[in-house]
């Protein structure tokens, strides 16, 4: 099973100590993908201390840095579902309660920020690269135990963020009073299983209904909404960086999509067009994904958010680069080239 050795406990306090946090780490044009593998526990402890949450709630380091630590080793080596997806989702997490002011400006408690920054780090635990319905058709362990009640993957996430949190010196919510470690842990429950985009599909309507009427600050249905919407803004935040790390980040994507593609086909499945390397157009699936689903949800959050806005006018920005990209391939596949090196 996973362990974390205490000398690495150690050597993360001591990076977090002299450290102050990177310059402007703070803004929504960082790219999160820029720090260092070693550093990257060290900035979490740095962004929960510089939301004041370890003092708020009593969270002790060592604690929180063998967690991390912890969370960290939880994460394969998949091409896009690892590690620094997590670490990126977590940072965007601390950007939004950061710039949007959400807990003082009454949107979100305390408790509920802390509870969104967390199920980041933990949302896509132990993530094996492939899709729910690929653990549902390919009958996997995970889809055996959790598939009569759907979003197999997120389950699975969540059981392994509970698992962490049981496991000796490694839980933060220690220092809470019971009632609000029970309302953490269903947050937290909450807010991994609304990550799988299938939830997120059934909810973006009254999602953009909540930002038209405008929010209503004793609407409990709409602060939830708003948790939801956020849980997806974080985890598809790299699409409001720039155009690089958009790219790049479709690359990895793709990776993962294709890989699962050639297992379908080694097991006599015929794999979704969007994961089948002979078929897919990645400029014009990512021109849909964008079209569907991204820019829809930064759309709501710039309605609910006017400093948001920035990160609307981003996804619109990388959705046009696809575009430009699209159009050129449509003449090159006329003439019979296929590879996306051009992008590079
Ligand atoms: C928020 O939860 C997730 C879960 C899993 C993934 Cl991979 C992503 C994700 N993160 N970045 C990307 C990019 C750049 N392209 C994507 C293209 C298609 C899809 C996809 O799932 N299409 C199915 C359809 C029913 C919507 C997801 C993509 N995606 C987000
Ligand atoms: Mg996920
Ligand atoms: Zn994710």
Request: charged share 25%; proline share 2%.
């Amino acid at each position: 099973h996973m362990k974390v050795h205490p000398d690495d406990v150690t050597r993360v306090l001591n990076c977090a100590r002299g450290h102050d946090l990177m310059l402007e780490i703070d803004r929504f044009y960082f790219s999160p993908r820029k720090v260092e593998e070693s550093e990257c526990v060290c900035y979490c402890l740095l962004m929960f201390d510089d939301l004041g949450m370890v003092q708020q709630w009593q969270l002790k380091k060592d604690t929180l840095t063998r967690f991390l630590l912890f969370v960290k080793k939880g994460y394969r080596d998949a091409p896009y579902h690892n590690w620094y997806h997590a670490f990126s989702v977590f940072h965007f997490s601390y950007l939004v309660i950061k710039n949007l002011h959400l807990v003082e400006r009454g949107y979100i408690s305390s408790l509920e920020a802390l509870a969104l920054m967390v199920s980041c780090l933990c949302h896509d635990l132990d993530h094996r690269g492939t899709t729910n319905s690929f653990q549902m058709q390919s009958g996997t362990e995970l889809a055996s135990l959790y598939s009569s009640e759907g979003s197999v993957m997120e389950r699975h996430h969540l059981a392994q963020a509970l698992c962490i949190l049981n496991t000796d010196g490694c839980n933060i919510f220690d220092g809470l009073s019971s009632e609000q470690y029970s309302r953490c842990l269903d947050l937290i429950r909450d807010l991994i299983l609304a990550t799988d985009l299938a939830h997120h599909i059934r909810l973006v309507q009254d999602q953009e209904k909540m930002a038209a009427e405008g929010f209503d600050f004793h609407n409990s249905q709409h602060n939830q909404l708003l948790l939801f919407l956020l849980m997806t803004c974080c985890d598809l935040s790299d699409q409001t960086k720039d155009w690089k790390v958009s790219r790049t980040t479709a690359d990895l994507v793709y990776q993962e999509f294709f890989s699962q593609g050639d297992l379908e086909k080694a097991m006599g499945n015929a794999p979704l067009e969007m994961m089948d390397r002979e078929k897919a157009r990645i400029p014009d699936l990512q021109i849909q994904f964008l079209s569907h689903i991204v820019c829809p949800v930064f759309k709501i959050l710039a309605q609910l958010f006017p400093e948001a806005d920035c990160l609307l006018q981003s996804t619109l920005k990388n959705r046009h680069c696809w575009e430009q990209a699209s159009a050129f391939f449509a003449r090159r596949w006329e003439s019979g080239h296929s590879s996306l090196d051009i992008l590079r």
